[in-house]
């Protein structure tokens, strides 16, 4: 009863979609078999059956001579003329459910006219899905042919950003021009709108500002244009207090506003760049650590308990510059403020550890840590039992020394006094710079980004000054008579490992890969694909992605596999290591673990070269 019913059903909507031939005319009586009225002409008859729509199918041609000499012409399908309604509706049926992939058994030949080799490849052979994705109705999509073969494996090369998506685009047309300096008004060519409108194009703002609203520091723009700015702010987060229920962030349009509050201080971050509440908060915990660092949390409560109006612009005068180049890392992308962990130089671990002894034998009795760092990344750290350097801290050491520019263009020897926040945020240590040329005589390169050489002696005692050159010297001393001097120059002046050094033939274009018991990092050279700002940009973007989405709260995700339209990503974490890699958009799943597990196997074959494990200890 089933198949009778489907049978008929089928037949009646053949019937109404495909209209019956015409009438034809009357026919005349049989002519002579000599007489040639009639001419028959066919074409010839194509491989796949007519179906019951408007598709063309083969026809008869037939030309007709009337009485009065006329002569006419008609079509005939080649189907017999003389079939009953329901043998064509039949055929329809049949033909329209052959179609379907359904191959009802009846007892003429229709059914086996349908070929039987046809397929979905053979309607599209161009509709050809990614090789790792099963098709259910392709059977042997998994059987490439060579040149298929050769055609992905070229596709998987594509390096990633290489087609951007509009809106994208338009958000970084003009990051080149970020760091820009705001025209002030003594800048008479400019005027207060011009000056709001490039304060208001920037992508990345960072406000500093008290309690009662004075302005302490704003990354773009002078206290005149951004004045206004920080008294909404102020209005906005005072009226949260006040209804016990503090301001942690809101969302205006693409632009995201986050608010930390320390005692008397408000920090407000203000970002067009994705980056997550978590990691912008980060970021300003970091520059309210700055401002710890030249104050101590004793100073800075004393200032505002007797004067809360006090403008503390004047006991911060001369660290903008430390300030700003802070923000600056953070608005490029920083792998270490991201990861909250140090990079240090890859060297021997016979190297390093002769470079420590070194430091060791030349202790002075005053030293609380001894660093040696070039071009910003760690090389020997020396310490008490047990007392151990925290990464803030260092990065602020660090962003002193080689980011803001001060103390570097200064060069020879620095007697400066700091706090180091995490180590201990009520005093001040000393700290001893001196930075090293391999050639003493020759006038040592600022330029050269990346190949500073430093020696970083602290002391708790203000009056040690004399102690730790003395050290110094004899450090510098040891160091060149062993020529260990000339192997940290070698490994800074060689930068970091390239992508085809550390996994020779994967597609993976660059990666983070941080060690949680160390607390440090590694990555391969940003050169040549993300040397740019604004590819660097992006890159940090992605990375940044991953971060948050992977550490995000009520969050088990360990393993994360990204698939977009300018790039592919992976994001893998365990309690021993974080993982980040970026490839190309066509690069399979299969591809980015491959080139994971070859990085993985290198970083553990290299961890005594790229991690400091201990370091020397007193």
Same mark, same amino acid.
Request: one cysteine or more; a negative charge.
């Given at each position: ?42 074409? *010839? ?54 179609? =379907? ?5 009846? #007892?003429?030949?229709? #059914?086996?006219?349908?070929? &039987? ?11 050809? *899905? ?14 490439? +042919? ?73 990354? !773009? ?31 205006? #349009? ?20 994705? &980056? ?30 007797? %004067? ?29 403020? @991201? ?6 130089? %890859?060297?021997?671990?016979?190297? %390093? ?17 001894? =660093? ?14 047990? !007392?151990?350097?925290?990464? +803030? ?84 001393? &040891?160091?060149?008579? %062993?020529?260990?001097?000339? @192997? ?23 990666? =983070? ?33 991953? !971060? ?12 994360? !596999? ?57």
């Amino acid at each position: 009863m089933g198949t009778e019913n489907a049978d008929s059903s089928s037949g009646s909507a053949a019937t109404q979609d495909g209209e019956p031939p015409p009438p034809l005319p009357p026919r005349p009586s049989p002519a002579p078999a000599g007489d040639s009225a009639t001419a028959i002409m066919e074409r *010839p008859q194509l491989q796949s059956k007519p179906t019951a729509t408007t598709a063309v199918s083969s026809m008869n041609i037939q030309t007709l001579s009337f009485p009065d000499g006329s002569r006419g012409t008609f079509s005939t399908a080649t189907e017999n003329n003389n079939a009953g309604n329901t043998e064509q509706s039949s055929t329809s049926a049949s033909t329209e459910m052959a179609n =379907l992939g359904f191959n009802p058994i009846h #007892g003429n030949s229709i #059914g086996n006219d349908i070929d &039987e080799s046809m397929s979905v490849m053979s309607l599209a052979p161009t509709l050809r *899905p990614p090789g790792d994705l099963e098709s259910l109705l392709i059977g042997d999509i998994s059987k490439k +042919s060579a040149a298929w073969t050769l055609l992905r494996s070229q596709s998987a090369a594509v390096p990633p950003f290489e087609t951007i998506r509009a809106e994208e685009d338009t958000v970084l047309t003009d990051f080149a021009h970020e760091f820009d300096d705001i025209p002030d008004e003594s800048e008479k060519n400019w005027s207060d709108e011009d000056r709001l409108k490039m304060w208001k194009s920037k992508l990345k703002h960072f406000m500093i500002l008290s309690s009662a609203g004075k302005p302490i520091y704003s990354r !773009h723009g002078d206290l005149s244009l951004i004045n206004s700015s920080m008294g909404v702010v102020q209005t906005i987060i005072s009226f949260y207090e006040g209804a016990k229920n503090p301001l942690l962030g809101f969302t205006a #349009g693409n632009t995201r506003f986050v608010i930390v509050t320390e005692g008397p201080l408000y920090f407000v971050a203000i970002s067009r760049l994705g &980056e997550s509440d978590s990691q912008l908060r980060a970021q300003l915990d970091a520059l309210y650590m700055q401002i710890l660092s030249t104050l101590t949390l004793p100073a800075l409560t004393n200032i505002f308990a007797n %004067r809360p109006s006090t403008d503390l612009r004047k006991p911060l005068q001369g660290t903008e510059s430390l300030l700003s180049s802070l923000a600056d890392s953070f608005t490029r992308g920083s792998p270490s403020m @991201l990861l909250g962990a140090l990079e240090c130089l %890859r060297l021997r671990k016979s190297h %390093r550890h002769a470079i420590n002894n070194a430091f060791l034998r030349t202790r002075t009795e005053k030293l609380l840590y001894g =660093l040696i760092v070039a071009g910003g990344r760690l090389v020997s750290v020396i310490r008490p039992r047990r !007392h151990s350097l925290h990464p +803030s801290d260092l990065q602020l050491i660090f962003n002193m020394l080689f980011e803001s520019g001060g103390v570097k263009a200064g060069g020879g020897e620095n007697w400066i006094p700091l706090c180091l926040p995490a180590f201990n945020n009520r005093g001040y240590l000393y700290m001893y710079v001196s930075f090293l040329d391999v050639d003493p005589e020759s006038e040592r390169d600022m330029s050269v980004a990346g190949e500073e050489i430093a020696i970083i002696l602290i002391s708790p005692n203000k009056e040690s000054f004399f102690d730790l050159q003395h050290m110094r010297d004899d450090v510098v001393t &040891e160091l060149k008579k %062993r020529g260990h001097l000339d @192997l940290i120059k070698t490994a800074a002046q060689q930068g970091r490992p390239k992508m085809n050094e550390i996994a020779p033939g994967t597609h993976v274009s660059h990666f =983070l890969f941080k060690s949680r018991a160390n607390v440090q990092f590694c990555m391969p050279s940003f050169s040549p694909a993300f040397d740019n700002i604004i590819p660097h940009r992006r890159l940090m973007s992605l990375y940044h992605n991953l !971060h948050s989405t992977i550490h995000a709260k009520h969050t088990h995700v360990k393993v994360l !596999h990204c698939v977009g339209e300018d790039s592919t990503s992976l994001a893998w974490i365990t309690p021993i290591f974080e993982f980040y890699c970026v490839a190309g958009p066509n690069a399979s799943r299969a591809l980015m673990t491959q080139g994971a597990n070859k990085i993985m196997q290198w970083a553990k074959r290299e961890e005594e070269r790229l991690f400091i494990i201990g370091g020397g200890v007193f």
